[in-house]
């Protein structure tokens, strides 16, 4: 039998400052899949990882990265991260919940929807303002390069936050 231990800190600010040092480039560590599709995803997981240091390895549901062919479908995959950090039950590695806007915290993933049928698009929130609304929610991300990005500035139909809310370990 495996026990699994549940730890409520995620460290936000590593997860930060993994997003704004590597917002405009590209971490050689991981394969840039900006012609395969997009990076976004790719990029938030690279931040989450940043801010978690352990990963899945469970094949296909799991989440991680090994190189550009071995890695599980929600490293890269706006849904399929939506679907691991959402599981039920929860299993090794980040964990998260849809939540309002209004408990976006710094760390945390944004998914985008421009058509308003399915997401598309991974942004990673790099700070809040005090009057939260997207004017005031910067984001970094790949695929669009951007650091302190507004969240007011992407013309998006559907918005879905996840908030971090910690870290399953082995």
Known sequence: MVFLRFV???NRMAAVRYA?????????????????????????SQCLFAGTGVMNYTKDFGWYYIDSNQKAPAWT???????????DPIAQGPVGEEVDLKQVRPGDILQLSFSGERYQHTPVVVAVGVNIRPETIW???????ADYRPLSSYEY??????????????
Do not use: M
């Open 77 to 87: 995959g706006v849904e399929y991260l939506h679907q691991f950090l959402t599981r």
């Open 8 to 10: 409520e800190t995620y």
């Open 20 to 44: 704004h040092k590597w917002a405009y480039g590209r971490n050689p560590a991981f394969y840039d899949y900006e012609k395969l599709g997009g990076d976004c995803t790719n990029f938030a």
């Open 139 to 145: 984001v970094a991300a790949h695929s669009y390069d």
């Open 157 to 170: 139909q559907q918005l879905r936050c996840l908030h971090i809310t910690g870290v399953v370990f082995p």
